[in-house]
């Protein structure tokens, strides 16, 4: 099975399976001198690691990070140093429960990848996925973490604005609230709603899918090229490439095809310190696939968790016609977790871009 990497400067590749001993990554491309604490990395893994409240999967993994090489420690004992060679990072898997998954050994699971991937390889781990299990996305989350490092003054943060027909209210919208509820909302009023309504699809067995929005700010104007290696078009790749994403936008996205071009166009006004202001950002910070410097804006939408207690009618590798009813621990709404993966995708992106740019054009920008 080979496409395991992504990224061309900073590349990250990610190894291991849901229910193997242990899964991680090897970032490859990191420069040398960049300075972490593994706290930094931890506590972004923190917000994605499971069984946190009863809206997520109940599998307790603790996602501790090993850092295995690429690193020095400083002087102080806590701050490490990257030392341009490979960083390998490794996170043990201690909670699985493969015998959950004993009676769909032979069945697909519909909405899953099951069918798909043994048509395509011909073999399948029917333990949680495998390969194809959203557990894979801890390393990514791990590898974020190191690319928010690389691009001077990046911050990259993300919120839910939607579970099912249930929209957060912008005018609401709070960062500070972000942290502060298991659904990372940035709108407090809405939590409770939420709530109710996922305490009624999990005890239902059912799930429901979610929409996340990533803000990645401080990005420097310039990154990202005009054709085949555009900021946007890498973004997008990216976040699709999470588990259940069905849907990517950049800046208005979608909500473009309603503007006219006067409402559209991202006017812009010389600032006072001789910098360009942007007037707007319905463009979501790309221009041409070039960052314009302005706030980088990304949405995806994740359908809803496959694996549901419900049965459902499906077929077996042999070829029968079956009902699958799939037990385990699982996400109602997988959608929650996705906002530290979102964001990690794009810092990865960002930073591959910095990079690629540093290496063409000097930095120019």
């Given at each position: 099975?080979?496409?395991?990497?992504?990224g061309?400067?900073?590349?990250?590749?990610?190894?291991?399976?849901?229910?193997?001993?242990?899964?991680?990554?090897?970032?490859?491309?990191c420069?040398p001198?960049?300075?972490?604490?593994?706290?930094?990395?931890?506590?972004?893994?923190?917000?994605?690691?499971p069984?946190?409240?009863?809206?997520?999967?109940?599998r307790?993994?603790?996602?501790?990070?090993?850092?295995?090489?690429?690193?020095?420690?400083?002087?102080?004992?806590?701050?490490?140093?990257?030392?341009?060679?490979?960083?390998?990072?490794?996170?043990?898997?201690?909670?699985?429960?493969s015998?959950?998954?004993?009676?769909?050994?032979?069945?697909?699971r519909?909405?899953?990848?099951?069918?798909?991937?043994?048509?395509?390889y011909?073999?399948?781990?029917?333990?949680?996925?495998?390969?194809?299990?959203?557990r894979?996305?801890?390393?990514?989350?791990?590898?974020?973490?190191?690319?928010?490092?690389?691009?001077?003054?990046?911050?990259v943060?993300?919120?839910?604005?939607?579970?099912?027909?249930h929209?957060?209210?912008?005018?609401?919208?709070?960062?500070?609230?972000?942290?502060?509820?298991?659904?990372?909302?940035?709108?407090?009023?809405?939590?409770p709603?939420?709530e109710?309504y996922?305490?009624?699809?999990?005890?239902?067995?059912?799930?429901?899918?979610?929409?996340?929005?990533?803000?990645?700010e401080?990005?420097?104007?310039?990154?990202?090229?005009?054709?085949?290696?555009?900021?946007?078009?890498?973004?997008?790749?990216?976040?699709?490439?999470?588990?259940?994403?069905?849907?990517?936008?950049?800046g208005?996205?979608?909500?473009?095809?309603?503007?006219?071009?006067?409402?559209?166009?991202?006017?812009?006004?010389?600032g006072?310190?001789?910098?360009p202001i942007?007037?707007?950002?319905?463009?979501?910070?790309?221009?041409?696939?070039?960052?314009?410097?302005?706030?980088?804006?990304?949405?995806?939408?994740?359908?809803?968790?496959?694996?549901?207690?419900?049965?459902?009618?499906?077929?077996?590798?042999?070829?029968?016609?079956?009902?699958?009813r799939?037990?385990?621990?699982?996400?109602?709404?997988?959608?929650?977790?996705?906002v530290?993966?979102g964001?990690?995708?794009?810092?990865?992106?960002?930073?591959d871009?910095?990079?690629?740019?540093?290496?063409?054009?000097g930095?120019?920008?």
């Amino acid at each position: 099975m080979s496409h395991n990497t992504f990224g061309h400067l900073f590349r990250v590749t990610t190894w291991g399976e849901s229910h193997g001993p242990a899964l991680g990554c090897v970032v490859d491309g990191c420069p040398p001198g960049i300075r972490f604490t593994h706290a930094e990395i931890q506590a972004l893994m923190d917000k994605r690691k499971p069984g946190q409240s009863r809206f997520v999967t109940q599998r307790r993994e603790d996602d501790v990070v090993k850092l295995l090489s690429g690193v020095m420690t400083d002087e102080d004992g806590e701050t490490m140093i990257s030392t341009g060679t490979p960083i390998s990072m490794l996170i043990e898997n201690t909670d699985q429960r493969s015998k959950d998954y004993g009676e769909i050994a032979r069945s697909y699971r519909p909405g899953h990848a099951d069918y798909a991937y043994d048509v395509k390889y011909g073999i399948r781990d029917y333990r949680g996925g495998g390969r194809s299990s959203a557990r894979e996305t801890a390393a990514r989350v791990a590898a974020g973490a190191l690319a928010r490092k690389v691009v001077p003054g990046l911050k990259v943060r993300g919120a839910l604005i939607q579970i099912g027909k249930h929209k957060i209210n912008r005018a609401n919208w709070d960062w500070d609230q972000v942290d502060q509820n298991p659904f990372f909302c940035p709108d407090a009023a809405m939590v409770p709603v939420w709530e109710d309504y996922l305490d009624q699809i999990r005890k239902a067995g059912s799930s429901i899918g979610a929409v996340v929005e990533v803000v990645a700010e401080g990005v420097p104007a310039g990154i990202g090229a005009p054709i085949y290696a555009k900021l946007d078009q890498d973004i997008a790749s990216l976040l699709m490439s999470i588990n259940a994403v069905k849907g990517v936008e950049i800046g208005d996205g979608f909500a473009s095809a309603e503007l006219s071009g006067e409402e559209n166009a991202d006017e812009m006004r010389m600032g006072n310190d001789g910098k360009p202001i942007f007037l707007s950002n319905h463009s979501g910070g790309i221009l041409g696939g070039i960052a314009t410097g302005e706030p980088v804006v990304a949405r995806f939408a994740i359908k809803p968790t496959s694996s549901i207690l419900s049965e459902r009618q499906s077929i077996d590798a042999d070829g029968r016609n079956v009902d699958v009813r799939t037990k385990g621990r699982h996400d109602p709404c997988v959608g929650i977790r996705a906002v530290p993966i979102g964001e990690a995708m794009i810092a990865c992106a960002i930073a591959d871009h910095y990079l690629r740019d540093r290496a063409q054009t000097g930095g120019r920008s």
